[in-house]
Each structure stands twice: as C-alpha cells, then as structure tokens.
C-alpha cells in the first residue's frame, strides 16, 4: 500500500485555457492523497496578443488553489511551447524527486487516480523495463480472456501519466540516432509495435513540422526494448479535444469518457501478452489516406 511518504509530486503543464485547467484541478482536489501532494504547475506564457488575456486568468486563477499539501506555482514571461515545458519542467522536478506524475490542463481524472498512479510507481519501480505508467486506457479491443487489469504496451502515453528520474533520464530528445533508425527496419518496427502513427510522428519532428515531446519519449522507450504500463479500463478523460488545444485545433468527442474508480490488482511480475501488444497497435493503425498523404507531402514511405 502507498504510505504517505511514498507520495510522488503532481506536476500539471497550462497555457491559455482557464476553464480547462480548472476541470483538471478540481478533479485532482477529489482525490484523498491530493491533501499529502505537493502540486507544481507550469504556466507558460502568451504566445501572441490574444493569447494575453486568458494567460492573466489562468494565473489569477493559479493563486486561488488549495487542497493541497504544498502548491508551486511556475510562471514563465515567455511561450515555450509545451515539448519544451515538459521536458524542462520534467527534467527539473525530477532533479528534486525521485518520481513524478504529470498531467496537462486538459486531462481530468477519477477520484483513486492518485492512489493508483502512486501505488503503480511503487509496484514496479525496480521492473526497469517499465519505463512509464498512465491512467489512461486507449479503447482497443483487447483480448477477452486477458487475465489482468493492468498490461504492457510499446508505447509511452501522455495522457495522465508518471515515471521515475532513473527511466527519464535516459531519454534521447535530440534523436541522435536518426539517421540510424531510417537504415534499420527492424528499429522502425519495434518503434511501430505501439502504433503505424509513430513513425511518421518521429520524421516530422525531426523535420520541424512537428513538436512532440511525446514521440521522442515513446522512441526512447523503444529504443530501450521498454514498455508503457496502462490499465484496461480509463482513470483519465480528454476534455482538451474540443478544437481548444495546441495539438487538437479541430473538435472531437472526448477521449477515455468511460472512467471507472477502483482498487486495481497490481501482479508485480506482470509480463507483456502478445496478442495484447497487436490489439493495441491496431487501435493505431494509420487509415490509408493519410498513409498516401505521408508519402506524397513528407515523403515518409508506409513501413
């Protein structure tokens, strides 16, 4: 059981979207072990003019949190963009602590998700192939007769999730061995065991048109032959898909909105299942007009 001294810190990242944010924090107010947090947000600064008045509000209301042990409260004068925040802020808190759970200001979570988060950091600390863990559940079809509450997946979530300084930093964020990934199918392929979308995520970030911090994560990971802990059911929900964020600028329906709180069986010596691993590729399997969109616009050949 998590004790209070095992609790990890909770970082969340915010930009210009106040009503967001406060979602988020309140979710995370519902939650028992909030109380025995420290909470530590970034906020960046505004990007252009319009940006100026939402900023002002989020930090206004930045300074009314509570229901937290200690609250923190970075404010940058200058836009960084998030790869940059989370990485940097990451890497900063991670100097102080040996673990860490991060969500944006968008991610809004069920009441145990702290407790599972950090029950979750304490279980597999010492399995180091098990590079992160997330409340997040992608809806992928598993296997029924998948014996566990919990699995392994190749690929590193974003979306409400944790890891340990030892794991982060063995991150590549510059990608040096790039051009050795465009020689190697073998490395392409263990990338996208976690999703056809991968690859193509990795050349446009190393080719500036995108900026991802998450894709150079889940390559990390993957370099390492390591895995992503998620559980089967979701303890996080996406309310940022609302055409309102930097990477989702057009509206969807939310993500993970089936949220289930309870207790989940933790076997520490929890195993990757194949025919999981391919369930939960498929769900990112890339359609075929954006295949020919990556190959004619980017030039990024289907694997």
Known sequence: MTTITDIAPVVVFCFNRPWHLQQTIQALQQNPL????????????????EDQLPVR???SYLATIHGFKEVEIVLSEINRGLATSVIEGVSQV?????RVIVLEDD???????LEYMNEALRTYRNRPHIFSITGY???????ADYPHELYLAPRASSWGWGTWRDRWQQADWQVRDFENLLKNKDLRQR???GGEDLWPMLVKQQRGVISSWAVRWTWSQSRQGAYGLYPI????RNIGTDGSGTNFTFATEEYGSELEERQLTMP???QPDTQVIQAFGNYYRQPFRLKIKNWLKYGIRPL
């Open 233 to 236: 059911r979701s303890k996080i």
């Open 137 to 143: 559940a992608p809806p992928a079809p598993l296997p």
């Open 107 to 113: 991610m809004v979570c069920t009441s145990d998700f």
């Open 191 to 193: 990338l996208t065991a």
């Open 34 to 49: 909030a109380r025995h947090s420290r909470l530590i947000v970034f906020s960046d600064g505004a990007r252009k003019e």
């Open 94 to 98: 991670l100097d102080q602590y040996e």
């Open 268 to 270: 520490p010596d929890l």
């Open 57 to 59: 509000e989020v930090r």
